[in-house]
T-cell receptor, first 114, second 114 residues
């Protein structure tokens, strides 16, 4: 158990809909990262938050957004969903900004868009 | 941009065989390098890391050496076990402005037969 929790575990929805994925980091960790894992794209870094502020952006679509709340939990919002958004979404946390920090990954949320 | 290239899998070995999974990278700065492992149905977990040239990371019999001259970080294990069957990800974290951007390879699946 990494100490990172993600909800829900599975999500099935239709094209055009909007969903919210939730992540609680490990106790004491200030950074939260979001990743998308798919068979064709591998593991893609989406965005990082540190202590409530956005710090780094990867290949995140404009239809996707995220935020980190004062209690450090984070939410990833996916809107106008397309079939291609079906993937496993991971949240990870680390103690500080990154660099040589180990990232602790949650179990993931499997999103299926029908 | 930065990139990580891993050998394609699956790699299939018999128990007690020698394992090498190749990883090369391109980075604009001086990154930290990581190997993560993902067991079926789980999130990724750190296997080992190295933060500067010629550093050797090691854990659970796995080793990898940070080779700056060849921009490589190959993973090795002298004698694999069935329980090592998993997907292995090479990754780097490189400084960009005031943040660190993580980049992951596509993963290499390892299957170990008794």
């Amino acid at each position: 158990d990494s100490g990172v929790t993600q909800t829900p575990k599975h999500l099935i929805t239709a094209t055009g809909q909007r969903v919210t994925l939730r992540c609680s980091p490990r106790s004491g960790d200030l950074s939260v990262y979001w990743y998308q894992q798919s068979l064709d794209q591998g593991l893609q870094f989406l965005i990082q938050y540190y202590n409530g502020e956005e710090r780094a952006k990867g290949n995140i679509l404009e239809r996707f957004s995220a935020q980190q709340f004062p209690d450090l939990h984070s939410e990833l919002n996916l809107s106008s969903l397309e079939l291609g958004d079906s993937a496993l979404y991971f949240c990870a946390s680390s103690v500080s900004l990154g660099g040589s920090d180990e990232q602790f990954f949650g179990p993931g949320t499997r999103l299926t868009v029908l | 941009g930065n990139s990580v290239t891993q050998m394609e899998g699956p790699v299939t070995l018999s128990e007690e065989a020698f394992l090498t999974i190749n990883c090369t990278y391109t980075a604009t700065g001086y990154p930290s390098l990581f190997w993560y492992v993902q067991y079926p149905g789980e999130g990724l977990q750190l296997l080992l890391k190295a933060t500067k040239a010629d550093d050797k990371g090691s854990n659970k019999g796995f080793e990898a050496t940070y080779r700056k001259e060849t921009t490589s970080f190959h993973l090795e294990k002298g004698s694999v076990q069935v329980s090592d069957s998993a997907v292995y990800f090479c990754a780097l974290s490189d400084r960009s402005g005031g943040s660190y951007i993580p980049t992951f390879g596509r993963g290499t699946s390892l299957i170990v037969h008794p």
